[in-house]
């Protein structure tokens, strides 16, 4: 008899909960617009259901918890509880808590619940030829709620589907990645007759939520051929589904039986057959059949108008096919009556469709009518009033596809006619028996039967193979999934445990009453209704019912069972049948439910077979290795053994185990020592004496002296003796005299089969052996081992057990043995070989010595620790064959027991990474085959020391430089987690900020009562580092501080009344706000992508801040009392929205939702949203922005929110040609437009915006519509009328700079526009001349003349020259042309230089840099040459006095020399932008030096003019902020400070807004990104850094006149990420890391090498091949250009952080900047005298490793023992060596060798003895990894250490050789050691490697031994010892 554990009383959570749910509550929604009359007879028919199926009130279903989302080790169950219209999902363990996940409560009743698991495909689906219903995508799990006519699934991930059906539900069933949809069926519909249509199916498919339900078809092979049809058959009814393999079993009610089918997907071909065959009456329906009449519901009509869902599948794409509201199969031809288009949508409707979008309805169930055509497709007709009554169909497209197929694998044989039909089975299930068969059991409640077929997979795992029907007597059944069991509830109501169709035991639950069938003794039953305290499984019984006495009563209350194993006769000996029982339901792991009859249920639970891993392996192996009839019995009589009520009592797992073992085998165990010595443990344990009365209150030594006479203290004595090494003699018992000699019963089931058995539990053996942790285990297994061994007579076994386990030596049996020599002929032998001894050990030391060792057999899913070891050794030693190849050799895998024969495949073995990762050293190889086999440091751990030692220093050599193509799993096996952060990062998925360091807000300053200044969220670990001497942060942000008020510091004169004083004040403030007013476009830059906002909050823009405080009392200033311009801060407003919006990262979570979330409220677009879509649009977020959002923003006519709009649309479509974004922005360009369209009326500034917009669109893509478009737009004549009349000039600009986007560096390429003439026209437009006649549409645009501007014949340069003159350049970037070089240089005559503008001398001197682009020179030689002789002479060159040339004009020569100087520094400056190139830093500095020199000069500035002067100051600035982009330099800061410090009077006349925004750019540059970013040198940055920083800046806040200041935020698009911050892996902090940089070579350097410190920013990745972290403190780290450049691209995509890991002998340079504490450690190393005195302080003082740290102060801390003190100095020195040498992880390994001699004098464990001799195997072999390697690489383990070990070690067996030579003697000769220290002679016999007293008297048999014949048989002992040898054994005969 088999007892339940852990039985409760069971109520569903769900029951308990529901009673304090608040269930259904309607919403009064008042605000109606008014109640259509036909909606509540709608509402009132919607949900009749046509068949009157009478549903249980409550049902649910359990199911196990997924393990990565438990957090519990065992895991918990989940409950799916459904009652009326309420869902609850709740989830609890055993005895656990319980807690709701989830409650759902519906419209309408549930009729179902359960979970599904759906798969969104990554790509689109292409139809499968095997038909596996396995797909590649994101796994989406959840809760799915049946209704009748729609289901909603609710997706753990947050996400809701609602799908509205056609049809009534009659059932729903979980099959693989989705659910099969049983529709209800009318009785009319199943009498009548069937046809193959597709709207006659009675079960479809869905593979997704968003996806349309498919009818499924059914495959049946006949014997005409294959037969495909749709599942129209109303007979049929699906009775059960499966999972895993993809089954469904299927009644058919007509004929009565059952049968199994596959579910797979449809193939292309079923598909095309079956939708083929349709029947062509179908399409022609009776003309004139009312639609009403053909429904029993026409609310069939209306059934799902509230039920809205998103139904366009995302992964599927059906021609024609428009939006619909639910799975759209056929939707009527018309559309909704007007009656009742106001109906309320559902509360589940998605957030994707608005109500608004409904437009079609369902049709009626497919159960209608016969030619309904229900599941056909038609395109919606948009009409109003047709009637839905009396309307026939007349277009019909295909029908769907089918996605799913049934293919029918069996069917059950027929009944006999006699018997009549068996019915349709109540309950099916999957079931495995104990040696994994499986079965598919379906009960037949009728006949009380359950019927199992088992089933397996084919070979080729193509089909599945059914067998015969086993029929089980029962009233219910259930698997145990946990541990492949079956319980069954026979006909009389008694509960037995089957293991597959063979019966085990009967099944005792302790909370049932046994005996009589009476009621009476079950507990009253709990009301539904009453409250009950706990969770799921909680008993209701008091915590004392529970105690020991309970359990003991209840015990008492058993049968007697025979315990004799193979009597089972007393299964069905019961007293009188029980009936109390009503069923079995809810099976989860191990845990079940039992239903009484009174409505009652407990819950009951299974106990495992095994607790003990040693028990649990040779279960497996036993399995494995006898036949499958054999092993089932053989385990349930251990399961039911170890299970019985009474428990395993005072004995161990072990004993019960070798017990029934040993009896299954035949052997009488209670003659045999080895279980009467457990026997006698047992019976006289004093914990089962009975006491006797206590006879006085005295004490008394009676019960002393019993205890010590007792044979159970001889036992105890015996134990702890040899436990302690005592010399322990052991006088034979006088075993008791039997009348008869004990023998085997050559009966028992496992007879035959022991040296089967014997096989499997020495491969355990073996395995357990490699498990340090599972030494106990063996200790307990080896004693079967050696009593089969014995009985099987293999001495050389049992020779090995006893050098292992000295003990066994002593406890020989003088009993003989119960196998007798004729029993051994009668024995099964395995195909193992019994000739040599199975030990891994041998194994290896014979590999290691170069020997032919052969194949190591194991048992797979048993041996796992013996597969991964050997192969890796085979690897090792066979390293010139491939990895399959050396592992084949020295590995065979033990065919189980039975096998059919063919070949013998193991998948895990079948991939290897030699494969996919090339790689030449035998160390890597073995590093990626660890990885493969899934070993971790864990698992190297719990090997023995001495085989793991070659994996520990595989790892080690690989450890320093590994390859950098590696998979990420090796780097975490070889310690090198840097790099596996390295690797993670590419496969993450980072949709936020990496959170796994979050930045430190930026601390609070005085001001902190203001508002945010925007600038809060800069990484501050980063900026300390790289900035840590100064405050250089700090200033950069009060320089580009706009949201505090300004200080208005006056003193009032005397003479200046107060309202003069408060003007005065206000102008005052008038001149700062024109400076706060530009600062937003240099915090922008300063901010850009620092922060990460949460989708759930608005971004925080900062307030642009235009008031004073006047102290001493803070009094506001504001500007009340004087003139300024209007809408003067419209524009900086905009640039805020910018800053604010720039601010977001590139990997934030942004979508439309959010972004229209940001709206302002009041729904009026202001000029701040404008620019902070315009900043979405440059970081790419505004792609996500719907195109219905963007037409709404655009039509509201705001001409803010309009330019930044289209601006972001072009930077996110940059260079992509989009349609869409094209289209819009034409829209916006008159030229764009078909000539006949309607003209609109767009302000200029959008004009100016959307020709850009075109430009950035078509980047580089050298489109000729466009250029052609372009190239005609920078000369546009103003008109017709009073069009096109104001800030031309920024309209050609922006014209000219599109084009040059368009064509840059494309001159010298004929790609169809050399007609144009394009380089002709430019040089038109920029030198000026007669107009050319217009082309095209442009000639009937500009028919009529301007009403304003008279421009006459000639080109007006003024407008056009800007853009032509930079397009030109741009148009022949790179290209060294000579002829534009010359058309673009400076003149060099005083009536040339009269003809062009000075300030378009520095355009054209930008244009001719881009040209000759390669001979741009950072030296102020090459600006000199650009400037021409003229020039140089004369500018700044007036005198005073007569001599005066008149005919120089000396102010133009001077406002030319400034511009070109200007022009040559910008051009410096783009080419060299980001570099911070010293000499261009240099030549700029001296330039702008030269600049204020000039400005200093009174009569210099009147010369040239402030203005020019102005602006050629501020062009070199941002050129030199441009070079040092992102380098944070102090003097360029210095220089910006001085310059923004220029307010008020005299400055307010030439320090303009534009030069305020000009040094406010430049601040930014510096500190660009918060210190992470810098500018690009690409070719399109260049032209995108010309439009951002075009040298003319505007007058006033609200100057667009020359460049529209929108333009100025383009920056962001040549800017890259290039900021590396080193990270330590291990404490997470930042840290200082050494940088070496490999340039690429050149023409100009070749071999250049750059050093630093990182956090650094890098040089442009184009410029470099190598960058690498140089040691010593941390591990290197090398990036190559042709091997891991993507890691270094996507880490500095990825916020630059760069995992390092600390050496851990080193500190890091925050603790030791100049490294002196490491140059201690360093002197030490190089001294080795020094290393038996180191103290823990030295240790301590270089490294941080809190291990080390701990180890060196509680156990170095030494006493004046001098003992102590020797072992403590030994100690220091490993510790010592190991940290200084890199391999702290070999300190326990040098411990634990140390421990093997010293622990005590007198054991020597034999593992430890073997290990040490495995290690120096090792060592002296020749695969030495550092014979292989680097010979000057150090080794793991010291050799030395090792040497002293070894010598100790032979000093002592030496000694008790010379002492114990009889001993040897005895041994060699006979083998049988009585009396004697077995202990020592182990480890002498192992080490030294004795041979067997068998091999040696095989030798020595001819002629008596000789010294030549022991010397050869023994070489490896001294001659010395082998002369003793030889002495004693003369002696002896």
Same mark, same amino acid.
């Given at each position: ?389 009396? #309307? ?202 039992? #239903? ?341 440091? #864990? ?89 840590? #001497? ?904």
């Amino acid at each position: 008899m088999i007892s339940a554990c852990e039985t409760q009383e069971f109520i569903p959570f769900g029951r308990r909960y529901i009673e304090k749910h608040p269930g259904i509550f309607q919403l009064q929604v008042q605000n109606h617009i008014s109640t259509e009359n036909g909606v509540p007879l709608v509402k009132s028919l919607r949900d009749i259901s046509i068949t009157d199926s009478k549903k249980p009130k409550e049902q649910w279903s359990f199911k196990r918890q997924n393990k990565s989302t438990s957090n519990e080790e065992e895991g918990c169950d989940e409950e799916l509880y459904v009652n009326g219209n309420t869902v609850i999902w709740s989830n609890g363990g055993q005895g656990g808590t319980q807690q709701v996940l989830k409650t759902f409560t519906m419209d309408t009743p549930v009729l179902q619940a359960l979970w599904f698991d759906f798969i969104l495909p990554t790509t689109e689906t292409v139809p499968d030829v095997s038909g596996s219903l396995d797909i590649e995508g994101e796994l989406q799990t959840g809760v799915c709620v049946v209704e009748l006519g729609s289901v909603s699934c609710f997706c753990q991930s947050g996400k809701e589907y609602s799908m509205a059906l056609p049809f009534q539900i009659a059932s729903v069933w979980k099959m693989k990645n989705g659910l099969l949809f049983e529709r209800a069926v009318s009785a009319a519909e199943s009498n009548s007759s069937k046809r193959n249509f597709p709207n006659q199916t009675t079960v479809f498919s869905m593979l997704h939520c968003l996806d349309e339900v498919a009818p499924v078809i059914m495959r049946t092979n006949t014997s005409s051929g294959v037969k495909v049809s749709y599942m129209t058959d109303t007979s049929l009814h699906i009775v059960y589904t499966s999972v895993e393999p993809s089954l469904a079993l299927i009644y058919d009610s007509q004929l009565g039986i059952h049968s199994a089918w596959r579910i797979q997907k449809a193939k292309i071909d079923d598909c095309s057959l079956v939708c083929g065959t349709l029947d062509n009456s179908l399409y022609h329906p009776v003309p004139g059949t009312p639609l009403h009449n053909q429904s029993s519901s026409s609310s069939r009509f209306f059934g799902n108008v509230s039920s809205q869902t998103p139904s366009i599948s995302p992964l599927r794409n059906f021609s024609g096919r428009l939006s619909s509201p639910g799975p759209g199969l056929l939707h009527l031809p018309q559309p909704i009556s007007p009656v009742i288009t106001n109906v309320a949508a559902s509360r589940s409707q998605s957030p994707a469709v608005p109500s608004s979008s409904f437009h079609r309805f369902h049709s009626p169930s497919p159960s209608l009518g016969r030619h309904s055509g229900n599941y056909f497709r038609t395109p919606p007709v948009c009409s109003n009033n047709v009637s839905l009554i009396n #309307e026939s169909f007349t277009e019909w497209v295909e029908p769907l596809r089918p996605e799913l197929c049934f293919e029918h694998m069996w069917t059950e044989p027929a009944p006999a006619i006699r018997d009549g039909s068996l019915g349709k089975s109540s309950k099916v299930f999957k079931m495995k028996d104990l040696c994994g068969q499986q079965y598919l059991c379906y009960l037949i409640t009728y006949r009380q039967q359950l019927r199992c077929v088992k089933f397996e997979e084919s070979n080729d795992l193509s089909q599945l193979i059914f067998g015969t029907v086993s029929v089980i007597p029962a009233k219910d059944a259930l698997p145990i999934e946990g541990l492949n069991l079956l319980v069954i509830l026979d006909p009389n109501g008694v509960l037995f445990i089957y293991s597959g169709v063979t019966k085990l035991n009967r099944l005792h639950v302790s909370t049932l009453p046994l005996g009589s069938g009476s009621l009476s003794m079950l507990k009253p039953v709990t009301p539904m209704t009453s409250p009950q305290r706990g969770g799921i499984f909680t008993s209701s019984r008091p915590p004392s019912a529970m105690d020991q006495a309970g359990f003991d009563e209840e015990i008492t209350r058993l049968s007697p069972v025979q315990t004799d194993l193979e009597d089972s006769s007393h299964f069905d000996e019961f007293p009188t049948p029980t009936s109390y029982i009503q069923g079995l339901r809810d099976n989860v792991g191990t845990r079940f439910t039992i #239903e009484l009859i009174n409505g009652s249920m407990c819950r009951a639970m299974l106990p495992q077979a095994s607790l003990s891993p040693g028990i649990e392996k040779s279960l497996q192996s036993l399995k494995h290795m006898l036949p499958r009839d054999v092993a089932i019995t053989v385990l349930g009589k251990w399961y039911v053994a170890r299970n019985s009520p009474g428990g395993l009592g005072n004995q161990s797992e072990w004993t019960q185990f070798t017990k029934t073992l040993l009896g299954l085998m035949g052997y009488d165990t209670s003659r045999l020592a080895l279980t009467i010595q457990d026997d006698v443990d047992i019976s006289i344990s004093p914990s089962i004496v009975a006491k006797k009365p206590k006879q006085s209150d005295q004490g008394s030594e009676d019960d002393w002296e019993t205890l010590i006479g007792s044979d159970h203290h001889k036992l105890m004595k015996s134990s702890i003796e040899s436990c302690l090494g005592f010399r322990c003699f052991i006088t034979p018992e006088q075993a008791c005299k039997h009348s008869f000699p004990a023998s085997i019963n050559t009966s028992s089931i496992l007879f035959m089969h022991i040296p089967a058995v014997f096989a499997a539990l020495q491969l355990t053996f073996e395995e357990l052996q490699l498990n340090k942790t599972l030494s106990k285990e063996v200790e307990s297994l080896v004693p079967i081992l050696y009593q089969i061994a014995m009985d099987l007579r293999r001495t050389n076994y049992v020779d090995y057990y006893c050098r292992k386990f000295p003990s066994l030596f002593n406890s020989r049996s003088e009993e003989p043995s119960q196998i007798k020599e004729e029993h051994l002929t009668k024995l099964q032998y395995p195909g193992i070989f019994f000739d040599t001894v199975l030990s891994v050990d041998r194994w290896v030391n014979l590999a290691l010595k170069e020997g032919e060792c052969g194949q190591f057999p194991y048992i797979p899913g048993v041996c796992n620790l013996i597969k991964s070891l050997i192969s890796l050794y085979a690897v090792l030693v066979k390293q010139s064959m491939t990895t399959e190849q050396a592992v084949d050799r020295c590995l065979k895998k033990l065919a189980p027991a039975g096998h059919r024969g063919g070949p013998i495949s193991d998948l895990s073995l079948s991939r290897s990474f030699s494969v996919t990762v090339p790689t030449n050293s035998v160390q890597e190889r073995m590093v990626l085959i660890m990885t493969d086999l899934g070993m971790t440091l #864990e698992d190297l751990e719990c090997l023995p020391i001495g085989l793991s030692l070659p994996l520990r220093e595989a790892i080690f050599h690989c450890r320093y430089n590994p390859p950098s193509d590696w998979p990420e799993e090796p780097y975490v096996l070889i310690g090198r987690q840097d790099l596996a952060q390295l690797l993670s990062m590419g496969k993450r998925k980072i949709v936020s900020s990496p959170r796994t360091h979050v930045s430190k807000p930026y601390p609070r300053t005085e001001g902190s009562q203001y508002e945010e200044d925007g600038m809060e969220h800069l990484d501050q670990e980063l900026l300390q580092l790289r900035f840590s #001497e100064d405050l250089r942060v700090s200033e950069a942000r009060r320089l580009l501080q706009s949201s505090r008020p300004a200080r208005i510091a006056l003193t009032q004169r005397p003479e200046v009344s107060d309202h003069d004083f408060i003007e005065e004040q206000e102008r005052h403030l008038y001149n700062i706000c024109i400076r706060t007013m530009a600062l937003p476009v240099g915090r922008g830059l300063f901010t850009l992508c620092t922060y990460h906002p949460l989708p759930t909050e608005p971004l925080p823009i900062p307030k642009l801040c235009l008031q004073g405080r006047a102290p001493p009392r803070n009094a506001t200033v504001d500007l009340t009392h004087i003139d300024t311009p209007a809408n003067m801060n419209s524009w900086p407003q905009f640039h805020n929205g910018v800053a604010a919006g720039l601010r977001m990262a590139d990997f934030s979570q942004i979508d439309s939702t959010w972004i229209l979330y940001n709206k302002p409220k009041g729904n009026e677009l202001t000029n701040e949203y404008a620019g902070f879509l315009m900043a979405l649009g440059l970081n790419e977020h505004l792609i996500h922005l719907h195109s219905l959002n963007v037409h709404d923003y655009l039509s509201k006519g705001s001409e803010m929110t309009t330019v930044g709009l289209l601006l972001g649309l072009a930077a996110a479509k940059r260079g992509t040609m989009d349609f869409a974004t094209t289209r819009i922005l034409s829209i916006h360009v008159a030229a764009f437009l078909p000539p006949t369209s309607t003209e609109l009326n767009v302000p200029h500034n959008v004009q100016v915006a959307a020709i850009l917009g075109i430009g950035l669109v078509y980047q580089g893509t050298a489109h000729r519509h466009t250029s052609e478009v372009l190239l005609s737009e920078i000369g546009r004549p103003p008109g017709p009328e009073l069009d096109n009349c104001t800030d031309r000039e920024s309209y050609s600009l922006a014209a000219g700079l599109a084009l040059g986007l368009v064509m840059f560096g494309k001159g010298n390429e004929v790609i169809g526009t050399s007609d144009l003439g394009m380089a002709d026209t430019l040089c038109h437009y920029m030198t000026g001349g007669h107009k050319r006649p217009l082309i095209g549409s442009n000639k009937e645009r500009y028919k009529a003349p301007s009403y304003q501007i008279r421009e006459g014949d000639n080109i007006n340069v003024d407008v056009t020259s800007p853009g032509a003159t930079l397009a030109l350049g741009m148009l022949y970037f790179r290209t060294n042309n000579s002829a534009v070089i010359d058309w673009l240089r400076v003149p060099d005559t005083q009536f040339m230089l009269d003809q062009v503008r000075p300030d378009f001398l520095m355009l054209r001197t930008i244009s001719r840099g881009l040209v000759s682009w390669d001979y741009v020179v950072p030296s102020f030689e090459w600006i000199k040459s650009l400037i021409p002789q003229i020039l140089q002479e004369k500018a700044f060159e007036r005198k005073q006095g007569e001599g005066d040339d008149i005919m120089v004009d000396y102010e133009t020569m001077s406002q030319s020399y400034c511009n070109v100087v200007a022009g040559g520094c910008l051009v410096i400056g783009l080419k060299f932008a980001g570099t911070a190139n010293q000499m261009a830093f240099g030549t700029l500095m001296k330039s702008i030096k030269l600049a204020l020199t000039i400005m200093s000069s009174q009569s210099h500035v009147e010369q040239t003019g402030r203005g020019v002067l102005e602006n050629c100051m501020v062009t070199i600035l941002l050129s030199l902020a441009m070079v040092m982009a992102g380098s944070g330099n102090l003097e360029v800061l210095r220089l910006c400070r001085m310059l923004r410090s220029r307010i008020g009077p005299p400055h307010n006349i030439f320090v303009t807004y534009g030069s305020h925004m000009a040094i406010s750019m430049a601040v930014g540059l510096l500190f660009i990104g918060g210190g992470r970013y810098s500018l690009s040198t690409t070719p399109e940055a260049i032209g995108i850094m010309l439009c951002a920083f075009f040298p003319k800046f505007p007058f006033h806040s609200n100057d667009n006149r020359y460049h529209l200041q929108a333009f100025r935020h383009l920056y962001v698009l040549a800017t890259e990420p290039r900021v590396v911050l080193p990270r330590d892996v291990d404490s997470g902090e930042p840290c200082y890391v050494p940088l070496e940089i490999t340039f690429k070579d050149t023409e100009d350097y070749t071999g250049e090498v750059f050093k630093t410190s990182a956090p650094t920013l890098l040089p442009q990745l184009d410029k470099i091949k190598e960058v690498k972290i140089l040691g010593p403190r941390y591990w290197p780290i090398t990036f190559q250009i042709d091997k891991n450049w993507n890691t270094l691209q996507l880490l500095l995509k990825r916020n630059g952080v760069l995992f390092v890991k600390q050496r851990a002998g080193y500190l890091s340079y925050v603790l030791d900047p100049k490294g002196y504490r490491s140059v201690l450690a360093k002197s030490l190393t190089s001294d080795h005298s020094s290393h038996t005195s180191v103290q823990p302080d030295v240790i301590k003082a270089f490294t941080t490793d809190p291990v080390i740290s701990s180890m060196a102060d509680y156990f170095l801390m030494g006493k004046d023992d001098c003992q102590r003190n020797r072992t403590l100095q030994k100690l220091s020195s490993i510790l010592y060596s190991c940290v200084t040498q890199e391999k702290p992880e070999v300190i326990s390994t040098h411990l634990t060798l140390d421990q093997v001699l010293n622990q005590s004098d007198f054991s020597l464990s034999h593992p430890g003895i073997q290990q040490l001799k495995n290690i120096f195997a090792y060592y002296y072999s020749p695969f030495n990894l550092r014979n292989l390697g680097n010979k000057s690489a150090t080794q793991l383990l010291q050799m030395e250490f090792l040497l002293a070990l070894k010598s100790q070690l032979e000093d002592k067996l030496d000694k008790w050789q010379e002492a114990n030579m009889e001993a040897i003697v005895k041994y060699l000769q006979t083998n049988d050691i009585k009396q004697c220290n077995v202990v020592m002679l182990s480890a002498y016999i192992a080490w030294y490697d004795i041979p067997t007293p068998e091999e040696i008297s095989k030798i020595i048999v001819e002629g008596g031994p000789t010294l030549p014949g022991l010397c050869s048989i023994l070489p490896q002992l001294p001659v010395k010892t082998v002369m003793q040898i030889l002495t004693a054994w003369q002696a002896a005969v």
